[in-house]
Every structure is written in C-alpha cells, then in structure tokens.
C-alpha cells in the first residue's frame, strides 16, 4: 500500500470512530484521575462542530479555585511531557502550524488581544468556577476547559479537551496525537494534584 493510500484509510477509520458518540469510563491506570463524561454548558458550550471530546477529573479541596487548578496543570509537566512536545513542535513546524515561542505569543494576542496565557494556551475567558483556553489553527481548533464543580462538600476539578478538525490534515495529524493525549493529560492532573497538595500543607 503507498503512503498516500495508508493515510487515506487511517483517515476514513478516524471518521468513523469520531462519528460514534464518545464513551466514558472510570480508569484504574491513572490513581486519583478519572474519565469522566464532559460536563454540560460552561464556557465552551458555543464550540459547535466537534470532532472529539474528553474529560478528566480529579478530587480538591474546596479552597482550589479554577485558575488555581489551571496554573498547577501546566506549571506540574512531567519531564517526558515536555520531551514530547518539543518533538512534535519540530516535526509540524515545517507545515506551519503554530510551534514556536514566538508563534504561541503572537498566536495569544491576535486571539485574545491580552497575549495572556496559561502555560503555552491563550486564555479565552474566564469566570470564578473555569478558564478557557484554546487556539484556532490551520489544521484544527480546540478548546480546554478547567473547571470546578461542587457536590455537596466535595470539589472536583475537571479538565475538557474539545478538538474540532479543519479537513483531512487535521484528522491525520490527530491520529498519533489521540493516543498520546489521553496518556499526557491524566499525567498532568496527577502531577498537578500532588503540586496543590504540596502548597496546601
């Protein structure tokens, strides 16, 4: 099979498995980080058309705020994350897609006007219980919600990622990010719960 028609069929599968409706369990692989279904309305109710959706949730203590959550889940990356993202920059900066330092400011300020970020991601808005974060590029958009959502006396804090492609590039480029994803995120909770509760002592 060429390459060109090796990529063709993987797009046409990732079609088929984004067209399915999401499912959503419970995880023994990640201690203390659940999957969990995205929680309904918040701030990046109005990203319409997408394409893949996860959640991940975490237990905090009723002071942890949303921006406080945020800033722990990019300030806590494990050092293999980052090894991973300074890999895929340099292999999708000859497409041109947004991957330098430079890029990423320039790309916050002409979405958000500020430049002001969490981590690498444009804040997109904010209220007292989420921050929205998020980039439209030239292959796909997504939005990550950090959100805290009370039951009873427990605060959850919960981390949505909402990816919307922009034709056949973004689907490609999607396939071995999927995988990587789901494994980067509850990485990040974990190492951002342990930073909250290390602050909290």
Do not use: C
């Not at 279904?37 to 949730?57: H, K, R, S, T, W």
């Not at 981590?119 to 919600?145: K, M, N, Q, Y």
């Not at 949505?160 to 990040?188: D, E, Q």
């Amino acid at each position: 099979m060429s390459a060109a028609a090796a990529i063709t069929a993987a797009v046409g599968r990732e079609r088929k498995v984004a067209a399915r409706p999401p499912v959503y369990h419970s995880s023994n692989e990640h201690p203390g980080v659940r999957e969990v279904p995205v929680p309904e309305g918040g701030l990046a109710a109005g990203f319409q058309g997408v394409d893949y959706a996860d959640a991940y949730a975490l237990a905090l203590s009723l002071s942890a705020s949303a921006r406080t959550l945020a800033e722990a889940v990019f300030a806590s990356e494990p050092g293999w994350v980052a090894a991973s993202m300074a890999l895929r920059n340099a292999l999708v900066r000859p497409l041109g897609l947004v991957a330098t330092p430079s890029a990423l400011r320039h790309a916050a300020l002409r979405t958000n006007g500020t430049g002001e970020r969490v981590g690498i991601f444009p804040i997109l808005a904010t209220t007292p219980d989420e921050v929205l974060l998020g980039l439209d590029d030239r292959h796909l958009d997504f939005r990550i919600s950090i959100r805290t959502l009370d039951h009873g006396h427990e605060r959850q804090g919960v981390v949505s990622t909402l990816v919307r492609f922009r034709g056949a590039l973004g689907r490609a480029y999607f396939l071995p990010v999927r995988p990587a994803h789901r494994l980067i995120v509850p990485a990040m909770l974990r190492a951002a719960a342990r930073r909250l509760s290390e602050t909290e002592r």
